[in-house]
T-cell receptor
Framework: DSGVTQTPKHLITATGQRVTLRCSPR?????VYWYQQSLDQGLQFLIQ???????AKGNILERFSAQQFPDLHSELNLSSLELGDSALYFC?????????????FGPGTRLTVL | AQKITQTQPGMFVQEKEAVTLDCTYD???????LFWYKQPSSGEMIFLIY??????QNATEGRYSLNFQKARKSANLVISASQLGDSAMYFC???????????FGTGTRLQVFP
């Protein structure tokens, strides 16, 4: 158990819908990362937050947004869902937002868009 | 351009034998970090080992060691004394400069047989 929690574990929804994925980082970790794992694209970095502020952005679609709250939990919002958004979404956390520090991954949320 | 290359889609190894999983990377930044993660069939991502670009010695963590050859830009993972529980996908990842986002390879599926 990495100490990173993600809810829900599974999510099935229809095209055009909006969903919210939730992540709680390990105790003491200030940085949260979101990754998407799909068969087509592999594992891709989406976005990073550090202590409530956006720090880095990757290949995140405009239909997707995220935030980190004062208690450091984070939410990833996916809207106008398409079939291609079906993937495993990981949240990871680390102590700081820079330098050498391993990222600890949560169990992931498996999103299926029908 | 592909930053992390894992050329072995699948590998087989007999229990108790050693196995090497290949990883090559591409970067012009003198400061970078290399990571290996394990993803069992249950889906979670487990951090295994880290090597910094300025580290003089190859990293080791228990049965895992990293064969870091800077001039060749390779960071191969060596698993000694393989166990059945080592069967999983293994991902090599890189962090460049002072960013924290990880760039992942396509992974190698390792199967350990009795």
């Amino acid at each position: 158990d990495s100490g990173v929690t993600q809810t829900p574990k599974h999510l099935i929804t229809a095209t055009g819908q909006r969903v919210t994925l939730r992540c709680s980082p390990r105790s003491g970790d200030l940085s949260v990362y979101w990754y998407q794992q799909s068969l087509d694209q592999g594992l891709q970095f989406l976005i990073q937050y550090y202590n409530g502020e956006e720090r880095a952005k990757g290949n995140i679609l405009e239909r997707f947004s995220a935030q980190q709250f004062p208690d450091l939990h984070s939410e990833l919002n996916l809207s106008s869902l398409e079939l291609g958004d079906s993937a495993l979404y990981f949240c990871a956390s680390s102590v700081v937002g820079f330098g050498h520090n391993e990222q600890f991954f949560g169990p992931g949320t498996r999103l299926t868009v029908l | 351009a592909q930053k992390i290359t894992q050329t072995q889609p699948g590998m087989f190894v007999q229990e108790k034998e050693a196995v090497t999983l290949d990883c090559t990377y591409d970067t012009s930044d003198p400061s970078y970090g290399l990571f290996w993660y394990k993803q069992p069939s249950s889906g979670e991502m487990i951090f295994l080992i880290y090597q910094g670009s300025y580290d003089q010695q190859n990293a080791t963590e228990g049965r895992y060691s990293l064969n870091f050859q800077k001039a060749r830009k390779s960071a191969n993972l060596v698993i000694s004394a393989s166990q059945l529980g080592d069967s999983a996908m293994y991902f090599c990842a890189m962090r460049e400069g002072d960013t924290d986002k990880l760039i992942f390879g396509t992974g190698t599926r390792l199967q350990v047989f009795p």
